[in-house]
């Protein structure tokens, strides 16, 4: 070991699927690991370097403050040191509430409203009583959430139908919960009678209620008899119970479950600010609080700049840097107010990173998870520039990337391989970038864009006429059916506004793969998630007449001992948690009651150690078969039918989300960004998968930047020409050849791609 370099030294790593290796990272560098999904960069950036990082740093803390802090298991390795403390960005989507907006999530909003508070003419009160969130700001008629929320009869009541028949479709008014029997039995109402055949004045009693200062009895029968009972009518009651009150608290029903049954709209009091109108009277420079949220932050920044007032100027210069660093990294269209759920890939991924730029701390590891992922190549050049910046700070910077781009700015490359899952786990190349292309490495830096020469024909069209949704301008276009479609554009071009909003309103069939993530759990397998657990489980008990309970480890089939979790973690009080294997079941999670019954000679936990290969070989069921080939197509036949979805990498947790929807039978796919967390070679697998559906006559469009997957398609959309209000409109329509020969961003990076300029 070096006496004479600060550099982080890690031995003998072995979490999950490492193979014992050894590494020396240097310090101050730009370093990039990179390999096949599931090749084991995670396994040593997150699971051991970021978790014992962060483990060791907890221990500066006397004990009764580290009892209520987040505790860290000590990963499998021999030796970690030099460590220092880790900033982690990871691909995790940001923004965790609906509530939540880019100026909440960069603690800008908080500032702006002490401005507020100290500067604003007429004079309010303190900062909080400029948030819609408290009891003296928040607007009086929506509750600070700037929409009014109403019923909507036709979602809730289908008026063909009778009580009976389940005329009201929200599941706790219907007969399957007691409001609804409820409605059958009072007396009131025929429960055998469409609602629309009902006498108009029943028929408004059912709905609306009786008018309003008089009361109707509806007794409500009990085992005592019946009971005196005041009827409201249907609409009155889902307001009363499930719009105007905390739905959290109750069982059964979600706030998503309320809104599909109602409509939403801005609310006229506050026009959609969620505040009191007595707080929107406070004025700075002659805009109120929520004219600020709406400026775009490069108006926001002007505004701010031009302050005098010596207490709000302090204020200010607080915000100031803030706000620079979203203008800095191209998001200077976005607003305050922005909703961070409704940004782009992209757009998400780079206020991640601004949040974390603005610290003045140094001799920091910053750890960013495939931080390209939804950039435009065009973009890639601006986060180059903050890695950079970063570094300059007198920090280390580690990359998990796929990037050619990004992986060409590192110091040093790192390659893990040589394949995924259990054949991955080991060092393939570590060093400078002029020694990857000859080291037998996956990662090739030179690879040609390969441009589609031969595309399918266009007889059918997909047709949007006039699409107005978020910032497109009234734009119309035809897609091409039964042909492979990638809509391109920089960050905030409009291409989701185009498709998952406009084109899956004209065509709701559609089948679409967002990219939200999956349920990941420890008892969540592949073989549950693909929905073939439990045909595996008949299958046994078929074969030997024990109920199917038996074979799941969340059932009777579980380890008396450990409940089926397969290790236990015993208490050891405020000490580092610790995870040991079951010494009953031996980690297999299954009692031995369960283990003593086979099929074709194999136990169930046998057979959910069968990779995805071998399972193809092993049963016979079409649907199995057929579900299991779709893991198979999209490159994941390595892992094993029982593997936990919390063990899988970012690539295979998008693969794994493609493959379930791909066993649906469908004729349009929509995928958002399908490329994400992929190798490149992992990509050629995901362009045969998406190839074999269009052969098959299915219409396969994708939003993408991956020049790879757009060179491979029949057509091209471009949005642009840039983001937000300079976005929002069709600049490029074509093959992949003649995008060659347009004047566009992508055709810019496409030309590149294929050697030419």
Excluded at 108 to 122: A, D, K, M, T, V
Excluded at 612 to 620: M, Y
Excluded at 635 to 640: A, F, N, R, S
Aim: glycine share 10%; proline share 5%.
């Amino acid at each position: 070991m070096s006496a004479n370099k600060d550099e982080i030294i890690l031995r003998g790593l072995k979490e999950n699927n490492l193979k014992n290796i050894d590494l020396n990272l240097p310090k101050e560098k730009i370093i990039v690991f990179t390999g096949l999904s599931g090749s084991g960069k995670s396994s040593v950036v997150f699971d051991t370097l970021a978790t014992e990082s962060r483990r060791q740093m907890t221990l500066n803390y006397p004990h009764y403050v580290r009892n209520q802090m987040p505790k860290f298991e000590r990963p499998q390795a021999d030796l970690m040191q030099n460590l220092s403390p880790v900033v982690v960005v990871e691909q995790r989507q940001s923004g965790g509430n609906s509530r939540s907006t880019v100026g909440t999530y960069m603690d800008i909003h908080p500032l702006i409203r002490l401005l507020f508070s100290r500067i604003g003419e007429p004079a309010i009160g303190s900062a909080t009583d400029f948030s819609s969130q408290s009891a003296f700001g928040g607007c009086p008629e929506c509750s600070g959430f700037g929409e009014v929320i109403a019923p909507d009869l036709r979602k809730i009541v289908d008026e063909e139908k009778s009580l009976r028949e389940y005329a009201v479709k929200f599941k706790p008014l219907s007969p399957s919960g007691w409001q609804g029997r409820w409605m059958m039995t009072c007396g009131l109402f025929d429960p055998d009678k469409p609602i629309k055949d009902y006498p108009e004045d029943k028929r408004r009693l059912l709905l609306y209620g009786p008018p309003e200062g008089e009361k109707v009895n509806a007794p409500f029968h009990t085992k005592h008899g019946p009971q005196p009972h005041d009827w409201d009518g249907i609409l009155p009651r889902f307001t009363r119970l499930y719009i105007n009150r905390d739905i959290s608290k109750l069982k059964g029903i979600t706030q998503d479950d309320v809104l599909a049954m109602s409509t939403r709209s801005l609310c006229p009091t506050c026009q959609g600010s969620g505040l009191n109108p007595k707080v929107l009277e406070s004025r700075i420079n002659g805009l109120n609080i929520a004219e600020y949220d709406h400026l775009e932050l490069t108006d926001v920044l002007k505004e701010l700049q031009k302050i005098t007032d010596p207490l709000g100027e302090s204020i200010a210069q607080q915000a100031i840097p803030h706000v620079t660093q979203l203008v800095e990294m191209g998001l200077g269209y976005l607003s305050l107010s922005r909703k961070m759920g409704t940004l782009s890939g992209g757009e998400a991924q780079r206020v991640k990173i601004a949040r974390h730029l603005g610290s003045s701390l140094n001799n920091i590891t910053y750890i960013f998870d495939e931080p390209s992922a939804g950039l435009h190549p065009e973009e890639v050049e601006m986060l180059l520039n903050m890695l950079h910046h970063i570094k300059a700070q007198h920090n280390s910077v580690i990359v998990i990337e796929h990037d050619v781009s990004v992986i060409k700015a590192a110091d040093e490359i790192i390659e893990m391989g040589p394949g995924a899952g259990i054949h991955g786990g080991k060092i393939i190349y570590q060093g400078k970038l002029e020694g990857l292309e000859n080291s037998g490495a996956a990662t090739s830096l030179n690879e040609k864009i390969k441009i589609n020469q031969n595309p399918r024909k266009q007889n059918e069209f997909f047709t949007i006429n006039k699409a107005t949704n978020n910032n497109l301008k009234n734009i119309s276009v035809s897609l091409p059916k039964y042909t492979l479609v990638s809509v391109c554009g920089v960050s905030g071009s409009g291409k989701s506004s185009l498709l998952t909003e406009a084109f899956t309103e004209q065509y709701p069939e559609t089948i679409t793969v967002g990219q939200g993530s999956i349920g990941i759990s420890n008892r969540s397998t592949l073989a549950t998630y693909m929905g073939i657990m439990d045909d595996i489980r008949a299958i046994f008990a078929k074969e030997t007449g024990q109920p199917a309970g038996l074979f799941s480890f969340n059932s009777l089939g579980a380890c008396p001992v450990c409940k089926g979790k397969g290790a236990v973690m015993p208490d050891v009080a405020f000490a580092d948690p610790v995870t040991i294997s079951c010494e009953a079941c031996g980690g297999t999670r299954y009692s031995d009651e369960a283990l003593s019954y086979r099929y074709q000679g194999n136990n169930i936990v046998e057979i959910l150690e069968l990779t995805i290969d071998e399972a193809l070989d092993f049963f016979r069921m079409p649907k199995i078969i057929k579900r299991v080939n779709t893991l198979k197509d999209v490159g994941l036949g390595y892992l094993t039918l029982g593997q936990t979805t919390s063990s899988l990498s970012g690539g295979e947790v998008q693969r794994l989300k493609l493959a379930s929807h791909l066993q649906k039978e469908g004729q349009i796919y929509l995928l958002d960004e399908p490329s994400l967390g992929l190798h490149t070679k992992d990509n050629n697998k995901l362009l045969d998968v998406f190839q074999k559906l269009v052969n098959r006559g299915n219409s396969v469009i994708i939003i993408e930047h991956n020049l790879d997957f757009i060179a491979a398609s029949d057509w091209v959309i471009e949005m642009g020409p840039g983001g937000g209000k300079e976005g929002g409109q069709i600049i490029f329509e074509g093959t992949p050849e003649a995008m060659l020969k347009a004047r566009t961003v992508t055709a810019k990076w496409l030309r590149a791609g294929i050697g030419e300029r």
